[in-house]
């Protein structure tokens, strides 16, 4: 895919980071304020601000990826001490090896997990930065616009009228913001992609010719993995993702969707930009 081209609707100057107070951000991926607290203590993940004042602190949306990080370590059963080691640049293939030993040493009680190191140290894929994580994704309501573009190029284009549609309907967007790209068709194509462009509102409005609204559903289970970088180099992270799904039991179980954090939109190098891969999984049956 390429999609870095700059295009008229950007604006000249770029948006504020946006930050979340910490119950927000705690509610958005489905921690404690109390966990986040102490992952503030230990160093693992500091707020992006807090006020001198009262010492409420706030969070960026691109800290959900470190927070990711944590998570599908220690899930995988490093210690915070292990992931201190990993944050400060320790090799990750070291540290998954040692993990590998040590679960062989347990192998009744933990081949779960070791089935996901393994993913991990699969040829030439290790890069716990990115890490894949099972987690479930809330029902959302969304404005909608489906068509069948030439090519990923054509994405950008089309939200500047989807945009410009919403305002005129008096659209409110959620917080967080939920921004993404739905697959509507099986498998990768080069030319004529059948897709639904999607932005999370507060409510339901009438349906029009640009726009509809729909609400989707709860998925109990989506295999996500993010992405750091041009969008050109997406087929490394989709490679990394998919060999998770078929090595760890699960099948593909829906279409595919990219959650866009930050982009051309508000920041100025494509090395900053942050895409979620969301594919809706279940666990295959033994």
Known sequence: MKMHDQHDYCKEEKEPPRLYKIGMFANMNHVTIKTLRYYDEQGLLKPAHVEVENGYRYYLASQIADLHQILALKDIGFSLEEIKEIQKGRSDKNLLIAKKQQ???????????????????????????????????????????????ASYDALFDLMPKMGAEMERLGCVCSEPDYCFTHYLEPGYKEEQVLIETCEAVTELKEDTELVKFKVFPEVKEAACIFHKGSYSTLPKSYTILLKFIEENGYEIDGNIRESYIDGVWNKESEEEWLTEIQIPVYKKER
Request: proline share 4%.
């Open 103 to 149: 679960i062989l040493n347990e192998l009744a009680r933990l081949a779960a997990k070791l089935a996901k190191v393994e993913s991990y140290l699969a040829e030439d894929l290790v890069n716990l930065s990115s890490p894949v994580l099972i987690k479930k994704i809330p029902e959302v309501i969304v404005a909608t616009m489906e068509t069948r573009v």
